[in-house]
């Protein structure tokens, strides 16, 4: 797993301010409940280096650079939710070996609910600003069918069907307001 992540902490966002370690520990850790945040290890995106190494099962990442002008992002990623982040960051097909939690509890700046890749809003990709939420992997994405793919339903829904990076967001607390 070390190798994995190293290599997907090289592709880390563009460089801006430079958050001390203690600032970007603790963005990382709000991202998990407490139970999670105590035993996490914390990885920086752009030192590629751990900050803390924890003794559990999960990995925490601070909001990346490229974000923190729009909110915060940070996020706690279990050993399914990683293989992921790196099969997404390197557009490489990903399926998923069981299931797989993971915690956005600060929330997000905002992402399309259909295009893994949108960058921005438009008007056909369902651009959505979740507060604090879990996402969830499942192994077999055809049992996904009957959960909503709108964002705005108002529970949980499935973003990215018809994706290898297909997951479920669900939303713990209302929307953020930005």
């Not at 992540?5 to 991202?31: K, P």
């Not at 809003?121 to 055809?142: E, Y």
């Amino acid at each position: 797993m070390a190798v994995a992540v190293t290599a997907l902490l090289a592709a880390g966002g563009a460089r801006a301010t430079e958050w001390r370690a203690d600032q970007s520990i603790e963005d990382a850790l709000s991202a998990a409940p407490p139970s999670i945040a105590r035993t996490a290890t914390v990885m920086d995106w752009n030192k590629q280096h751990v900050l803390r190494r924890g003794s559990g099962d999960y990995v925490c990442l601070p909001t990346p650079e490229d974000k923190r002008s729009k909110g915060r992002e940070p996020m706690c990623l279990d050993t399914v939710w990683m293989a992921w982040l790196d099969a997404w960051m390197h557009a490489k097909p990903f399926t998923a070996t069981g299931i797989g939690i993971a915690y956005m509890l600060a929330g997000d700046a905002g992402a399309s609910a259909d295009d893994p890749y949108a960058s921005g809003p438009t008007a056909d990709n369902h651009w959505s600003v979740d507060g604090p939420h879990l996402m969830i992997i499942v192994p077999d994405a055809t049992k996904l069918d009957g959960l909503p793919t709108d964002a705005d339903s108002g529970g949980p829904y499935v973003m990215w069907k018809g994706t290898p990076y297909v997951h479920i967001m669900v939303p713990i607390a209302e929307r953020l307001q930005r």
